[in-house]
Structures are given as C-alpha cells and as structure tokens.
C-alpha cells in the first residue's frame, strides 16, 4: 500500500489515462454547439407542448406532468451553474498555487538583524612613497595626509661648495597614495594586504547588520519542492519548470563564480600550465567551508527530481526543441555534496566545482565548458555526451566514471585517478581539433581508452618517470 501513487485526475480514476485534447478535430467543436443547442430548443418546445395541452384541455394535469416541465425548463440553468461553479474552482486553485509559490519566494529573500561588535578602522592602501629627510623637515613631511615615519638611520652628506661633510639621522617618512575604511569585527584580525597599513583605530560599538535568515529560506525551498511535486501529480507539471527556475536562479544569486576565493592553482590550457600542475599535487587544495546550507539544500532539491519531473521538463516548449535544461551557469559548487543527484543535461558553464562531491552522480549531456573542477571525487559519475571543452579535471577521483562520447578540447585531466574508467572519444570531424585531452601523469589502470585518440595525450611527467610524451 505504502508503494501506490495518488490518482492523477478524475479521467484517470474514469479510465482515461489522460485529458482529452481539445484542439484535435476542432471542427467537431461548433457541430457539438449546434447538437447542444438543438437539444436544448427540443427541450423548451416539449415543455410548452405539455403545458399548452393541459391548459387547453387536451390533456389533464398531473404531478409527473408539472415534474418532468420543471425539469426540462431548469435543466439548462442547472448545467450553467454547475460550468460556473467549475469555473470558479480552478480559479481558486490557481489563485491558491500562485500564493503558494508567492509566500515560498518571499521566504527565500527572507533576512534577520544581527548586532555584533565591531570598531572603524582608516587604512592606508597602495604603494608608499618613501623620504629620508633631516630632523628639520621631518614634521614637514609628517604633515601630509596618510604620512608616517617608519624607520631612521645614520647618515652623512659631503657639500663641495663649502667643503663640509654633515652627519647626523635620516628620517624614513612613508607616505601612503589612498585609504579606506572597514569594519573589524571582534576577535577578527584587520584584514592587510601587501604594503598596507593601519591608519587610525575608530571607537568599539555595536553594528547592526543584516544577515540571510537559513532556517526560513530553508522552508522556502522545501516549500518550492512540494509545488513542484504536487503539479506534477495533479497538474501535469505546469508549475515545475517555474520552480526550478526560482531554484537555479537562487544558487545563481546567493553563491556565484565571481564571489569564490581564489586559490592557488594554475588555469588555462597552456603547456607552462600543464607543468605546474603536475609539479603542485594535491597541496594546493584548502578545507574551505562547505557551501551555504540554504544553497546546498536547492542543489539537493533540483538534483532529486523524479523520473515523472524530468519528463516534463522535456516535453517543455522552448525554440530550440530541447526542452527545459538545469541552468547552473557561473556559480560557486566549490565543496557541495551532488552525490548519487540528477543533474543531466545541465549547464555548469564556467562554474568552480574544485572538490565537490559526486560520486555516482549523473551528469550525462551536460554542459561543464571552462568548468573548473579540480580535486572533484566523481566515482561511478556519468559524463557521458557532456561537452568537457576547456575543463579542468586534474587531481580528480574518477574511478569507473563513464566518459563516452564526450567533447574534449583541451581537456585536463593531470594527476587525474582514472582506474576502470571508460573514456571512448567521437571521431574528430573535417580534421578538425576536438579530441585534445592531456591524461598527463594521470593513474589509467584498467580503463578503456578507445575511439578517436589522435589528440589524446598519455604520459608520466618526465620529471618524476624520465618518459617522454606519448601520444596515443
């Protein structure tokens, strides 16, 4: 009992397994009318005979005679009733989605005040220009505005005009080109960067800020995920693709590309790249936090989407044909737990995914186009047919991931752990360049490696193996 699905709709507890299609044989439509006002007029002139018959003496009156007058005279107001009173229900029905969704969304731009403790403090940014200077100008120069003394040293100056040799102590005076103002929370150190310095120290008080309020923006999305589900049990998905859209778009706001830390780890396709990857490992990454649970909760939401759900993103109408596609474009994945998730066919154009957890995940046809996704553990993921073009996998866990029919250009898979992984490349069209992958000191025991390999390259790093390149 625990395993059986709600009834759909009415025509499918009559039997019907879906409603019926009103633009088919349209032309039946006015004919229809036409029957249905034709009963309706045999109806009225019934009635008026019966009655034109007992008042004229031709019959005589009876209950059953009143009865069936009644009936035939009320019959089409009752009909009428009742296509209003349906009217009026799915009005009410959508009325009631649409404050759904609208209270839903509300609560994903939900915030709360928070007090904390904090004091201005005025640094001096850029790069100083320095001046040793005599104590007779020293105040002259701490004068200026962003102006400091920083050292001082023994010094002596020979003048050949008048044959004397001066001595005395030199003054070091910094001057700083500009400044700025931030916040120093407390217990939090000033945040400096290169030749900065601290300026002035403003009064301790109590900030008032403004903050996500999680647990709220976490009922939001849970909220989303049922309107999701329901119209697609009742309502033929009309409502789901809506959702996902609000779903994709809050990663996209609350954890974008743009807002990552950076991390030192080479980019690009270039061989200097390709070397000081290898000579890096796996030192550079970090134990960043995780990623907002707000935002983890959205990519859990979009990633466990139904079998039924995914087919109406499919039958969505869009003008390429394609259907509705998961649109996580430029956002910040660095860390998230996508594990054993549906994510086919989905965008992650230029998204950070370094170290993200993906095991068993699904990402066949999707898009990962200058997709950052070093140190990512994908065991038993499916890329199949993804477009991998100018995407960083190196240093990833990729045991028994499937790579079949991918597009690969410049493609990194450096120190990449690809034991009993399938990677079967298209064949290469026009001789055209579009296989270029670099499996360079990468672990391929017991892969299958087959197709087109003309741009695929296989090595240990000749630094650590003494090998040289080998191109398959």
């Not at 904090?118 to 100083?128: D, E, M, S």
């Not at 900065?196 to 403004?210: A, N, Y």
């Not at 199949?384 to 079949?404: H, M, P, Q, V, W």
Request: glycine fraction near 8%; charge should be neutral; aromatic fraction near 10%.
């Amino acid at each position: 009992m625990g395993d059986r699905k709600p009834t759909p709709d009415l025509f499918d507890w009559l039997g019907i397994r879906s409603a019926p299609d009103w633009q088919v044989a349209r032309s039946l439509g006015p004919a229809f009318a036409v029957f249905v006002a034709l009963l309706i007029a045999g109806a009225y002139v019934t009635a008026f005979a019966i009655v034109y018959r007992i008042l004229f003496g031709e019959s005589v009156a009876n209950l059953g005679a009143g009865a069936l007058v009644a009936a035939l005279l009320g019959a089409p107001f009752v009909i009428w009733g009742t296509v209003l009173k349906h009217q009026t229900l799915r009005y009410q029905k959508e009325g009631h989605i649409t404050d759904r969704v609208t209270s839903a969304v509300q609560q994903l731009g939900s915030e709360k005040a928070v007090n904390r403790i904090g004091r201005p403090v005025l640094i001096w940014t850029g790069t100083p220009k320095t001046t040793l200077c005599a104590k007779e100008l020293k105040d002259k120069y701490l004068a200026e505005p962003r102006s400091r003394m920083t050292g001082s040293e023994w010094g002596q100056h020979y003048n050949s005009e008048t044959d004397e040799v001066w001595e005395g102590t030199l003054y070091k005076i910094s001057i700083w080109p500009t400044e700025k103002t931030v916040i120093q929370w407390q217990g939090d150190e000033v945040p400096l960067k290169g030749s900065d310095e601290i300026g002035h120290f403003g009064e301790w008080q109590v900030f008032t800020e403004s903050k996500p309020n999680i647990e709220v923006r976490i009922g939001g999305i849970i909220s989303l995920e049922r309107i999701a589900q329901d119209s697609t049990l009742h309502d033929k998905g009309r409502d789901h693709v809506r959702v996902m859209e609000i779903l994709c778009a809050y990663v996209r706001e609350n954890s974008p590309a743009a807002e990552a830390p950076g991390f030192d780890f080479p980019q690009g396709c270039n061989q200097n790249d390709i070397e000081k990857k290898v000579d890096i490992g796996w030192g550079w990454i970090s134990n960043e936090t995780t990623l907002r649970a707000d935002v983890q909760l959205a990519l859990s939401v979009i990633g466990r989407r139904t079998p039924q759900q995914v087919q109406v993103e499919r039958a969505y109408f869009t003008h390429d044909g394609a259907g509705y596609r998961i649109d996580l474009s430029r956002t910040n994945l660095r860390h998230a737990n996508l594990q054993y998730l549906n994510f086919e066919k989905a965008s992650f154009f230029r998204s950070q995914m370094q170290a993200a957890y993906c095991n068993g995940t699904n990402f066949g046809g999707a898009n990962f186009v200058y997709c950052e996704m070093t140190g990512v553990s994908a065991v038993e993921a499916n890329f199949s047919l993804s477009n991998l073009s100018i995407a960083d996998i190196s240093y990833a866990t990729l045991e028994g991931a499937d790579f079949r029919n991918c597009k690969t250009s410049h493609t990194h898979f450096v120190g990449s752990n690809l034991r009993g992984a399938c990677l079967k490349f298209p064949p290469n069209k026009d001789n055209r360049e579009v296989n270029r992958a670099f499996l360079i000191n990468s672990d391929v025991t017991g892969a299958t490696l087959n197709g087109d390999l003309s741009g695929v390259v296989v090595r240990d790093h000749p630094r650590r193996a003494g090998k040289q390149e080998e191109s398959l």
